[in-house]
């Protein structure tokens, strides 16, 4: 990893720290700049899993999965979607995060719950569809705004860094662990927008590497 990923890293620490709980908002913006300038470089994988050829084999999944860091307070990781493959609308329960795309073009589809106390039909609010590459500022989602979303790869694998905060399966009381739920969108009849719960869809499924950083492995 690079020293410029090393600095993400430990003002994610910072940012998520509860013993920073005061600081959050200051932080977490000096964490959205230092993710705006994230580049694929950073990360120090071979650049041939960014290929449409790394996608054409047999049993390939659709999405490729790299875990780099995952710690009770935040994660991070990179998701590598196939060509024109759009990643399931999903959820990110009471949680902050950053997307950067870091290759390739992407599609953003964000929605923000209109009714936080509606869990079967949740009436949502349809953001207008935003395409990032490379040179894009980072996308943030946060426990109100943009909490739920689907991502598409355009002409192109795509690739995109995420950090949440805090990750998935951390506690959520008095409701459990926070899990990753999936969705289908419903339009009615007068314009409005519900979320409706699904299972998983069958076409999502991801192949896994790990590449944690020596300086984050102790921790």
């Not at 979607?81 to 992407?106: F, Q, S, V």
């Not at 949440?164 to 739920?181: A, M, N, V």
């Not at 969705?183 to 009615?188: L, Y």
């Amino acid at each position: 990893m690079s020293v410029h990923f090393a600095k993400i890293a430990q003002q994610a620490k910072q940012t998520f720290d509860p013993q920073n709980i005061r600081q959050f908002a200051s932080n977490f913006l000096s964490l959205q700049k230092l993710v705006d300038d994230m580049k694929f470089d950073d990360i120090q994988v071979n650049p041939e899993v960014l290929s449409r050829r790394s996608f054409d084999v047999p049993d390939k999944a659709p999405c490729t999965y790299i875990h780099i860091y995952e710690c009770p307070i935040f994660s991070m990781a990179v998701f590598i979607l196939a060509e024109n493959y759009t990643m399931p609308l999903h959820d990110h329960p009471a949680m902050h995060g950053l997307l950067k795309c870091i290759g390739g073009r992407i599609k953003v589809q964000s929605f923000t719950s209109s009714d936080s106390s509606c869990r079967d039909m949740i009436p949502v609010h349809v953001h207008t569809p935003k395409d990032f590459d490379a040179s894009s500022p980072a996308a943030v989602l946060t426990p109100k705004e943009g909490n739920y979303h689907e991502i598409s790869a355009i002409g192109a694998p795509g690739a995109f860094f995420d950090i949440l905060g805090p990750p998935y399966d951390s506690p959520l009381p008095p409701f459990g662990k926070r899990k990753c739920s999936y969705f289908r969108k419903i339009n009615d009849l007068s314009g409005n927008w519900f979320l409706q719960k699904i299972p998983t869809p069958s076409h999502y499924f991801c192949d896994v590497l790990r590449i944690t950083p020596d300086f984050l492995k102790d921790d």
